[in-house]
């Protein structure tokens, strides 16, 4: 699978922005996606997962309430809405593919397909 991220850029504090990740090659349906962020001087983090099938999600507890992962099942594209966001939203955003579901979701070495990263710059 291959994974294509877009949307990043710089936005203000409160401001929202809407980041894309699409995925060519799927073979499955029994597949999910997450999205991850690496800040400058520090590790990649969990940011939220999908399931594609059924669409559930899940989220870290930093951006609960004001980031929404959803799907277009046509277009093969993620997506992840940031509302609200705040100076620590500043990272660069991946986003991440599996076949099959693992309980750690939340791990990057669990994610056998990353896109490229786009960049988020929130300013205060």
């Known amino acids: 699978v291959q994974l294509q991220a877009s949307g ?3 936005v203000q504090t409160g401001g929202s922005l809407r980041l894309s990740c699409t995925a060519s090659g ?12 690496q800040a ?10 999908l399931k594609w099938t059924g669409s559930t999600t899940y989220y870290a507890d930093s951006v609960k309430g004001r980031f929404t992962i959803s799907k277009d099942s046509a ?12 100076a620590e ?3 660069v955003y ?16 669990e994610w056998t397909s990353w896109g490229q990263g786009t960049q988020v710059t929130v300013s205060s």
């Open 40 to 49: 400058p001087g520090k590790g990649r983090e969990f940011v939220g997962v």
């Open 75 to 86: 277009k093969n594209t993620m997506y992840l809405q940031m509302n609200s966001l705040k």
């Open 26 to 37: 799927r073979s499955s349906n029994n597949f999910a996606m997450a999205w991850f962020r």
């Open 8 to 10: 990043g850029g710089l």
């Open 94 to 109: 991946y986003c991440a593919s599996r076949y099959g579901w693992v309980i750690r979701y939340y791990a990057e070495n």
């Open 89 to 91: 939203d500043t990272a």
